[in-house]
């Protein structure tokens, strides 16, 4: 996590342009005292010291942003909620609907069903996600008026407003769980054939198990182990999915947080991301060993 914070301030200090331009208008430039304000954000010290004063502010939580001159990690908790709700409805809902998929792929083969799940594994990884999003803002906001296309609720809702808040992220649920559907259903679907073809398999049917209990109880449970290897690396991947979601549904979001610093080369906001991207990667991988252990009892860790 160093390492990314070190790289991330290199890329943000090289790159072509000045915050400073961006914070103050063309017209107030030759106005503005630009060295005062450069001190004021520390854009006058060497760079050295400029990434040891930022991390020192981001440990404690005093980094400022910017544009706001406000702590970032107010702004982060603010945005945190939106994201985070779509997040785990968006991987509830990817695994819902790629074990039942997968499973039934996997027992019949390269059979129609099989040879069409494949076909949709193949469109969901190639299709992008801002086309189908506007594609369905255009099918049931603007042409069956049936959902919101951009908020996480309503101006006018009041008191707890679930029901407002449940339309306004339909739209983006579906599409942020159907950018990881694809790689679940392809990865369970490879390991549930190959249970299939286990010796325990032909065991289970011969105790006069039935063949619902030998899949579920068995050959399912045995091919989570790959498939919750692949849904620990597509976690992270819904942060950065969320920047395009959230932008085109305008919620106000960590991703859309992120992609408004990054234009406005607000550094504090810059870093605080990466270091949040970063975090998650890492819990996520260890939080996805753990889950051997629980899934496999022949797993463990000393």
């Given at each position: 996590?160093i390492?990314?914070?070190?790289?991330t301030f290199?890329?943000m200090?090289l790159a072509p342009g000045?915050p400073?331009?961006?914070l103050v208008s063309?017209?107030q430039m030759?106005?503005?005292d630009?060295?005062?304000l450069?001190?004021q954000?520390?854009?006058?010290?060497?760079?050295?010291?400029?990434?040891?004063s930022?991390?020192?502010?981001?440990?404690?939580?005093?980094l400022r942003?910017?544009?706001?001159?406000r702590p970032v990690s107010e702004m982060?908790?603010?945005a945190?909620f939106?994201t985070?709700l779509?997040s785990?409805m968006?991987l509830?809902?990817?695994i819902?609907?790629a074990l039942?998929?997968?499973?039934?792929?996997a027992?019949?083969?390269?059979t129609?069903?099989?040879h069409?799940?494949?076909?949709f594994?193949?469109?969901?990884?190639?299709l992008p996600?801002?086309?189908?999003?506007?594609?369905?803002?255009?099918v049931?906001?603007?042409?069956?008026?049936?959902?919101?296309a951009?908020?996480?609720?309503s101006?006018?809702a009041?008191?707890s407003?679930?029901a407002?808040?449940a339309?306004?992220v339909i739209?983006?649920?579906?599409?942020?769980?159907?950018?990881?559907l694809?790689?679940?259903?392809?990865?369970a679907?490879?390991?549930i054939?190959?249970?299939?073809a286990?010796e325990?398999?032909?065991?289970?049917?011969?105790?006069?198990?039935?063949?619902?209990?030998?899949l579920i109880?068995?050959?399912?449970?045995?091919?989570?182990i790959?498939v919750?290897?692949?849904l620990g690396?597509?976690i992270?991947?819904?942060?950065?999915?969320?920047?395009v979601?959230?932008?085109i549904f305008?919620?106000?979001g960590?991703?859309?947080l992120?992609?408004?610093?990054?234009?406005?080369?607000?550094y504090?906001?810059v870093?605080?991301?990466?270091?949040l991207?970063?975090a998650?990667?890492?819990?996520?991988n260890?939080?996805t060993?753990?889950s051997?252990?629980?899934l496999d009892p022949r797993i463990?860790?000393?």
């Amino acid at each position: 996590m160093i390492g990314v914070t070190i790289i991330t301030f290199g890329m943000m200090v090289l790159a072509p342009g000045d915050p400073i331009t961006l914070l103050v208008s063309p017209e107030q430039m030759g106005t503005a005292d630009v060295g005062v304000l450069r001190a004021q954000l520390g854009l006058d010290r060497a760079l050295p010291v400029q990434y040891a004063s930022t991390m020192s502010a981001l440990v404690t939580g005093q980094l400022r942003s910017f544009r706001e001159r406000r702590p970032v990690s107010e702004m982060v908790v603010e945005a945190l909620f939106p994201t985070v709700l779509l997040s785990l409805m968006a991987l509830g809902l990817a695994i819902a609907l790629a074990l039942p998929i997968a499973l039934a792929s996997a027992v019949r083969p390269y059979t129609p069903l099989d040879h069409g799940v494949t076909v949709f594994s193949l469109l969901g990884v190639s299709l992008p996600s801002f086309w189908f999003a506007l594609v369905l803002i255009l099918v049931f906001t603007d042409r069956l008026r049936w959902l919101p296309a951009s908020g996480i609720r309503s101006v006018s809702a009041t008191g707890s407003g679930l029901a407002d808040v449940a339309a306004h992220v339909i739209m983006p649920t579906v599409v942020l769980a159907l950018s990881i559907l694809p790689f679940l259903v392809r990865y369970a679907r490879s390991a549930i054939i190959e249970n299939l073809a286990q010796e325990y398999v032909l065991v289970a049917h011969s105790k006069g198990l039935s063949q619902g209990s030998v899949l579920i109880r068995h050959v399912l449970r045995n091919s989570l182990i790959p498939v919750v290897t692949v849904l620990g690396l597509l976690i992270p991947t819904l942060l950065s999915g969320s920047v395009v979601v959230e932008t085109i549904f305008a919620i106000p979001g960590i991703g859309r947080l992120a992609l408004q610093g990054a234009l406005s080369r607000d550094y504090p906001v810059v870093m605080t991301m990466t270091v949040l991207g970063a975090a998650l990667i890492v819990v996520s991988n260890l939080l996805t060993d753990i889950s051997y252990a629980l899934l496999d009892p022949r797993i463990r860790y000393d």
